[in-house]
């Protein structure tokens, strides 16, 4: 079994700041890739910010400067520390990892259950 557990959302004022943590457990072999998306209300899901194995980092243009993805890869978490926040940033945040579990064929797709970031004043 494989989890992915995030925290550190909540309610904010504009201008704020947020550190979410994913942390993934359980029968893991590897993780690849790790990303951040968020769903606001009536919207698609759509990806923040990703990072790979080795660090390199990708950035929605809607957060690029203002938010930034970092991982520990002893620990098997992701963060994504967010600045500047702004009410369109509204959403929930849901973590994504790409894991080889123990004894796997093969790399697949496990999310988080989503955490609520909600800035408002």
């Known amino acids: 079994q494989v989890q992915l557990v995030e925290s550190g959302g909540g309610l904010v004022q504009p201008g704020g700041s947020l550190r979410l943590s994913c942390a993934a457990s359980g029968s893991i072999f590897s993780i690849n890739d790790m990303a951040w998306y968020r769903q606001a209300p009536g919207k698609q899901r759509e990806l923040v910010a990703s990072i790979t194995s080795g660090g390199t980092t990708n950035y929605a243009d809607s957060v690029r400067g203002r938010f930034t993805i970092s991982r520990d890869n002893a620990k098997n978490t992701v963060y994504l520390q967010a600045n500047s926040l702004k009410p369109e940033d509204t959403a929930i945040y849901y973590c994504?990892?790409?894991?080889?579990?123990?004894?796997?064929?093969?790399?697949?797709?496990?999310w988080g259950q989503g955490t609520q970031v909600t800035v408002s004043s």
């Open positions: 994504n990892a790409k894991i080889l579990p123990n004894r796997g064929r093969g790399f697949r797709d496990y």
